[in-house]
């Protein structure tokens, strides 16, 4: 049986919504972008919700708002997507990277603040939301999270939820609620927890910044095209207040994210009830380590399950994901660190010793199928390919 990597789910009222748009003769940004950026407000617990044409455009908006500019040195880590530290690169700023946990691929306090220790000049950091797993944000005065380490050093902090909605933080917050950064950023990126095809949103609970990302959103303009339409006035009157950019989201791509965010919480629990099998099928295996999967509790968004092969076991990670593919089932690499790629090592600071755990993650990490319309014949599938791919690529000890 072949498993894709992933399958889209527009089972909902997707095409309904879309055509509703096409019907009603407006499709750029107007009533449909503000029904669902109060609907994302509502599912996240923020103040503000904005919407955007991709996660890359909120970063960047959500660093432009948090004073990033020319010079300004803001750390990110190895493991992630380059547009975490590209967006530091457009506002002409300085990428510094930092190592993960090997376990989770994720920023922790310790890190942050030894590179906050080390490097006064870091201004803001950019923790990511890997595999959709709140990275620890509060915590407590003996042992603080990123945010109380940042606050404590006056360093600004923007999120990266690309793959972290719906997702909450370990004191059950809501991720992209008033945890205390600038802004937390989100994707609907065709592949992720819920899609508009491309798309990203923005939350804050801070007027201004949300003032600020509303308007370079679009070109720097005081009034939506939206607004110049719809209310009594010239629609022709309006200022510029800056040079902003075009990243506004289209009513046709927010009548799909409207369709998605109907069952979000449904497709969540649909990714977590695979992971939970998952574990149940291979949790046995000493090749690889798994994820944690809670029984009740719901604060990972589960956008990606991670295997971890274990460097004794002696598999070959790209051999073990081309044995899978050559048993039809396809499988994804979250991701190979940005200081291994070309342009970061010319333009960012690396650390001296490099990042040593964010290569064995890279080394052993392998993401298996995890969408909410895989059947369970499909779970089963992926779970006996895992299995074979063991046995055939176990490599003779010595
Ligand atoms: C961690 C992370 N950040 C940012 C992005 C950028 O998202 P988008 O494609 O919506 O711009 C991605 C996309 O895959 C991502 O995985």
């Not at 009157?237 to 409207?258: C, R, S």
């Not at 149940?280 to 604060?299: K, Y």
């Not at 460097?311 to 200081?339: C, M, Q, W």
Request: hydrophobic share 40%.
């Amino acid at each position: 049986m072949n498993v894709p990597f992933f399958r889209v789910d527009a089972s909902g009222n997707e095409l309904r919504y879309v055509r509703e748009v096409l019907e009603s003769g407006w499709l750029t940004s107007g009533g449909r972008v503000l029904d669902f950026e109060a609907a994302f407000a509502e599912a996240t617990g923020a103040k503000h919700a904005i919407a955007v044409n991709s996660c890359t455009a909120a970063l960047h908006l959500a660093c432009e708002a948090a004073g990033v500019g020319p010079g300004s040195e803001v750390l990110v880590p190895s493991v992630t997507f380059t547009a975490t530290a590209e967006v530091v690169e457009y506002l002409g700023g300085l990428v510094r990277i930092a190592d993960v946990d090997p376990i989770t691929g994720l920023l922790t306090p310790a890190i942050v603040e030894a590179a906050l220790d080390a490097h006064p000049e870091i201004v803001c950091v950019i923790p990511v939301h890997l595999t959709g797993t709140a990275c620890r944000m509060r915590g407590t005065a003996r042992s603080p999270g990123i945010i109380d380490v940042c606050e404590a050093r006056g360093v600004k902090v923007v999120e990266d939820a690309a793959h972290a909605f719906p997702a909450r933080h370990s004191d059950g917050t809501t991720v992209g609620s008033a945890v205390g950064s600038v802004a937390c950023c989100f994707s609907f990126y065709a592949n992720k927890t819920i899609t508009t095809g491309e798309g990203g949103m923005v939350t804050t609970d801070d007027d201004a910044i949300a003032s600020r990302i509303r308007r370079m959103r679009l070109h720097g303009i005081d009034r939506s095209a939206w607004d110049r339409h719809t209310r009594i006035g010239a629609a022709w009157e309006y200022d510029v207040v800056a040079p902003g950019y075009k990243y506004n989201l289209t009513d046709l791509a927010a009548a799909i994210g409207l369709a998605q965010l109907e069952r979000s919480d449904a497709s969540r629990d649909a990714r977590r009830g695979i992971a939970a099998r998952y574990r149940e099928r291979l949790g046995h295996r000493e090749e690889f380590s798994l994820p944690e999967v809670e029984s009740t509790a719901d604060s990972h968004a589960w956008h990606l399950f991670v295997i971890r092969l274990r460097p004794e076991a002696g598999l070959d990670r790209n051999d073990f994901a081309e044995e899978l593919a050559t048993l039809g089932i396809g499988t994804s690499v979250h991701y190979k660190p940005l200081h291994h790629m070309s342009v970061w090592q010319k333009l960012a600071r690396i650390p001296e010793s490099g990042c040593p755990d964010a290569d064995s993650w890279f080394e052993g990490c392998l993401s298996l199928p995890l969408f909410p319309s895989m059947t369970p014949a499909e779970i089963e599938a992926v779970a006996d390919a895992v299995e074979t791919a063991c046995t055939r690529h176990r490599q003779p000890a010595g």
